[in-house]
T-cell receptor, first 113, second 114 residues
Framework: DAKTTQPTSMDCAEGRAANLPCNHS???????VYWYRQIHSQGPQYIIH???NNETNEMASLIITEDRKSSTLILPHATLRDTAVYYC??????????????FGTGTRLLVSP | DTAVSQTPKYLVTQMGNDKSIKCEQN?????MYWYKQDSKKFLKIMFS???????INETVPNRFSPKSPDKAHLNLHINSLELGDSAVYFC?????????????FGPGTRLTVL
């Protein structure tokens, strides 16, 4: 299973962009990069995922490097409600096709006024 | 309107007891999961079911027995509870197996074993 490395914590000012990096140097060609977040005392929430192209949705943008060894999650205008632990996950599952998510320690993002 | 619901939200019990946690999803999903988040906040998958069939069992002790009466429900029964079972248990579901489908998580059940 490909592993991911994320900074333990990051700070961001409210209204500014939050850029959360993730390294996944052992990712294989058919593995996707997923981002989830967990706000305190809640269940994890899906944010975005991608294979090799950059992706954008209503929550965030995902930038994946050309060699796919790292990616960055961008929250364009962070709010206080974005304070959470952000998990970068590389999909595992082999040939079964079933989506087993392996969560690491994540990045604790603190958005301050 | 709750997509994935779990009951109870909190469960406090004595060692050695048997307890169940229920999970229901109203999203029409085929696949459901149980995850455990321990005191150090590590979130690990325990089981997954697809169309009521067990797909993933992550070397969870036999004291844990998931049961899926239908596609919309995946319950977790725990026998002979131990102190180490104290954790937050999350149920999740996804539309179908595959890389493009996000998982929707429930609010969690905080189990405390005394």
């Amino acid at each position: 299973d490909a592993k991911t490395t994320q900074p333990t914590s990051m700070d961001c000012a409210e209204g500014r962009a939050a850029n959360l990096p993730c390294n996944h140097s052992t990712i294989s060609g058919n593995e996707y990069v997923y981002w989830y977040r967990q706000i305190h005392s809640q269940g994890p929430q899906y944010i975005i995922h991608g294979l090799k192209n950059n992706e954008t949705n209503e929550m965030a943008s995902l930038i994946i490097t050309e060699d796919r060894k790292s990616s960055t999650l961008i929250l364009p205008h962070a709010t206080l409600r974005d304070t959470a632990v952000y998990y970068c996950i590389v999909r595992v599952g082999g040939n079964t096709g079933f989506q087993k998510l392996v969560f690491g320690t994540g990045t604790r993002l603190l958005v301050s006024p | 309107d709750t997509a994935v619901s779990q009951t109870p939200k909190y469960l406090v019990t004595q060692m050695g007891n048997d307890k169940s946690i229920k999970c229901e999803q109203n999203l029409g999903h085929d696949t459901m999961y149980w995850y455990k988040q321990d005191s150090k906040k590590f979130l690990k998958i325990m089981f997954s079911y697809n169309n009521k069939e067990l797909i993933i069992n992550e070397t969870v002790p036999n004291r844990f027995s998931p049961k899926s009466p239908d596609k919309a429900h995946l319950n977790l029964h725990i026998n002979s509870l131990e102190l180490g079972d104290s954790a937050v248990y999350f149920c999740a579901s996804s539309p179908e197996a595959g890389p493009n489908n996000e998982q929707f998580f429930g609010p969690g059940t905080r189990l405390t074993v005394l």
